[in-house]
């Protein structure tokens, strides 16, 4: 027997209406965005301050940060020198797009090239959520094990890049890089991958190189 | 404004009256249990791997694995020789009250005297749903970081005992232990915290020595 609950249809369908309208303003002001997921602890915040790094000098950057209940993530992203809006979901387990749609115009988009927006920490809910983003990007991280595909492919489906960060931790825990691989592939053969290191800094150039051309291709589309 | 949605309530005391049940259950057979709960690769599988080999010969163990899709867990559970269930919750970001009811008539129950069950991967959502376990234990591990207890606070007040896990990785990671164990004080002054490394084993005994001792008391209670 399949139950077929239309309510639930009908709230994803508004917010994905809000998530298109998301998209137009972006657009209209000119503005590339990204919807940054991982679990908690991969470095999403860190992977958002040596983008900044990387990109210092070629493209403006604004910040939303999400967040259950601190703002800890946006003050470090404004002590940076980023332009930064903290979204408090109140225990929420994601972004919607109706909470984006509240924080853009907080920024100055008139002014941005690009806007990252840090999604909840959380591998399982942000994923059926579009927020209407130009790119999805899932930073995965070495220590949580090579496993993580097989075990969130929901996730691991949706995304256009997969940032593999924490590199510098391979020679200090068990991780079958070629296991990992091989089930990111079988679930999203497409996807663009970059491994870096956010504390070494290793494999950012190449990702600072990829989505400076992607904003630009972007802004003459 | 506030408004109260009546119909959240009754699915949450539903579930709560499932728990109970579950609760009823578990104390007729005279088995203790526990809700392992943590973000994707915090170490929830190494962790009742490790317990398993520490309080072999003293208690006889089961294990309820819980994952979006997968049965790599059980798998791994049964490859070492524990009686193990899988309740697969299809794309869903926690388990329930209901998945557990109808897990544990698949263990024998009588022959046990602890059942370690492992949640989903998530830090926000398994923190709002009893299941009907006696113990709520929370694993977080060194390369999250230590800002977690301020940022997944639901999480972190929701449970007695705190395994902190990788702390084989101290050495090459940013991680101020004092700032983490503020944040869980702030919220959870008399939680029981257990530093340990599934890799090397180190800090195991003293957890299977508690565990063991709060698992007689229960069947003497």
């Known amino acids: 027997m399949t139950t077929r609950i239309p309510v639930v249809e009908n709230i994803l369908s508004a917010n994905d209406r809000i998530a298109d309208r998301n998209r137009v303003l972006l657009d209209e002001k000119g503005v590339y965005s990204i919807n940054i997921m991982a679990s908690p602890g991969a470095g999403k915040t860190s992977f958002i301050l040596k983008t900044l790094e990387a990109l210092k000098g070629r493209l403006k950057l604004g910040v939303i940060e999400g967040d259950l209940a601190t703002s800890i993530d946006a003050e470090k992203a404004m002590a940076a020198g980023l332009p930064a809006v903290q979204i408090n979901t109140g225990g929420g387990c994601h972004l919607d797009a109706?909470?984006?749609?509240?924080?853009?115009?907080?920024?100055?988009?008139?002014?941005?090239?690009?806007?990252?927006?840090?999604?909840?920490?959380?591998?399982?809910?942000?994923?059926?959520?579009q927020i209407g983003t130009h790119l999805n990007v899932l930073i995965a991280s070495i220590p949580e094990g090579d496993d993580k595909p097989y075990k969130y492919p929901g996730m691991y489906r949706g995304v256009q890049v997969l940032i593999i960060n924490k590199t510098d931790l391979m020679p200090y825990v068990t991780f079958n890089m070629n296991y990992f691989i091989k089930g990111v592939e079988a679930l999203n053969p497409d996807v663009t991958i970059f491994p870096v290191s956010c504390k070494s800094g290793e494999g950012m150039d190449a990702w600072a190189y990829w989505i400076t051309e992607k904003v630009r291709a972007g802004k003459q589309g």
């Open 98 to 129: 109706v909470m984006l749609a509240d924080a853009l115009p907080a920024l100055p988009l008139s002014d941005l090239d690009l806007v990252l927006v840090e999604n909840v920490g959380n591998l399982v809910c942000p994923a059926n959520f």
